[in-house]
Nanobody
Framework: QVQLAESGGGLVQPGGSLRLSCATS????????MNWYRRAPGKERELVAS????????IFVDSVKGRFTISRDNAKNTVYLQMNSLKPEDTAMYYC?????????WGQGTQVTVSS
């Protein structure tokens, strides 16, 4: 059974940092692209960042480039999202995701709120 569990969200002031973690189990983690999505209130879900199985290649949505990094530890079956210079517009529920053929797997999400 595939399981993804996000953690690390919280309330942070503008300009602050958070590190999200997504612990996974039930699949061959090191063989899959891993993604972070977010959904802000009243907005559609947005792909924030992706990382290839080796960790050598990453992509980011333009709005977070230069501020966020994505990384993974294949020995721990965990993917991370380091978020720096946070802005109020980064406020959202953040979800970890992976896809296998027609199947999408999601965690329960972790809330990030950026506010003074």
């Amino acid at each position: 059974q595939v399981q993804l569990a996000e953690s690390g969200g919280g309330l942070v002031q503008p300009g602050g940092s958070l590190r999200l973690s997504c612990a996974t189990s039930g699949f061959s983690f090191s063989r899959y692209v891993m993604n972070w999505y977010r959904r802000a209130p009243g907005k559609e879900r947005e792909l924030v960042a992706s990382i290839t199985p080796s960790g050598l290649n990453t992509i980011f949505v333009d709005s977070v480039k230069g501020r966020f990094t994505i990384s993974r530890d294949n020995a721990k079956n965990t993917v991370y999202l380091q978020m720096n210079s946070l802005k109020p517009e980064d406020t959202a529920m953040y979800y970890c995701n992976t896809q296998s053929g027609p199947y999408n797997y999601w965690g329960q999400g972790t809330q990030v709120t950026v506010s003074s």
